[in-house]
């Protein structure tokens, strides 16, 4: 009955066994000789952690939620920060053992990464902007070379459709809410063509969440890249629409960086609404999917108010009639 109640637990709370002694213990295992010294990281769908080392340096060590991918969607994760590193692009690879840079310790699987410093981006600088387009431009040309085989897609089967179902599986939904939501997502769904422009729009493999949080910027040297935990098929836009300020000027300046090394094809940016609507889905799906786990609430109490239910669907209905417009 114990290890029945200790499997449940574990299932329900899936990083409630990651212990500081387990961590060390498997950055250990890979050759690392760690001094004790243990910093987590900002990182909520997979646990991060930075790590002293006995000759003074340090290391990340990323564990992976367990089942959230399959091994071989982990490895295509590495092999397509490893081929961007090898191509000289400034982002964050694994360290390999081996050959190998996915391993595993009492179940969980991690990977460990140099730590590399760097701060946020001052996005609103064209010179910035331009530096930005650059790069991704240049990460866009690997990613265009091959395609992923076992990664996810960008469509709106993953970023709405299971996220939807997430949410009204959820009790975070308020019960006055739910018919609401319900009609929020059939109204998107009423709008296929929208969506299924990203699917007719050439893809490649992307960052996927090319965010500022996963853009570190180093003095004299420009952007650093990381996370690529989701990275994905999908448009090249993708990977530039979070980057925009909204100022016309600053989005021009990384377009005219990325056209110095790759075309881009301007039609593209009439996806950023179908986008952008999708990501708020997702990120309302993900929170409750996630909310079993004791970091999620801690996180995102909001997520347990109504008012941001009743926000949330308001907006989704607000954005429907936008795509309808356009």
């Known amino acids: 009955m114990k290890r029945a109640r200790d499997e449940s637990d574990s299932a329900a709370h899936p990083y409630g066994r990651l212990t500081p002694d387990l961590v060390l213990a498997a950055v250990d295992r890979q050759g690392f000789a760690s001094d004790g010294r243990l910093l987590a990281l900002n990182s909520f769908e997979n646990r991060v952690y930075q790590l002293g ?29 490893l081929e961007l590193a090898e191509a000289e692009l400034p982002v964050l690879a694994p360290i390999a053992r081996d050959g190998e840079t996915l391993f595993t310790h009492e179940r969980f699987r991690y990977a460990v990464f140099p730590r590399m410093g ?33 990664r996810a897609r960008l469509d709106f089967a993953t970023l709405v459709e299971a996220a939807a179902r997430a949410v009204l599986a959820s009790a975070l939904l308020p019960a006055h809410v739910r018919a609401r939501y319900e009609a929020a997502i059939a109204a998107l769904r009423a709008h296929g063509t929208a969506f299924a422009a990203l699917a007719d729009n050439p893809s490649l493999r992307l960052h996927g969440d090319c965010h500022p949080g996963n853009v570190l910027w180093r003095e004299h040297e420009g952007p650093l890249l990381v996370d690529f935990d989701d990275c994905r098929t999908g448009p090249a836009v ?5 980057l925009c300020t909204g100022a016309e000027a600053q989005r021009d300046a990384l377009l005219e960086g990325y056209a110095e090394f790759r075309d881009f094809d301007a039609r593209e940016l009439a996806l950023v609404p179908a986008l952008r609507l999708m990501r708020q889905v ?31 669907v308001r907006d989704l209905g607000e954005a429907a009639a936008e795509l309808e417009d356009g």
């Open 118 to 150: 760097g701060r946020a981006p001052e996005l609103e600088g064209n010179d910035t902007a331009q530096w930005l387009g650059r790069t991704l431009a240049r990460v866009h040309l690997v990613g265009a070379r091959r395609p992923f085989r076992a």
């Open 53 to 81: 080392l006995e000759d003074g340096g340090f290391v990340v060590a990323k564990f992976y939620r367990p089942a959230r991918w399959s091994d071989a969607a982990i490895r295509e994760e590495h092999a397509f920060s």
């Open 238 to 242: 993708q990977d530039l629409w979070m």
């Open 282 to 312: 997702h990120y309302a799906g993900w929170i409750a999917e996630r909310w079993s786990d004791p970091a999620f609430p801690r996180a995102f109490p909001f997520a347990a108010e109504p008012t941001w239910w009743e926000r949330h």
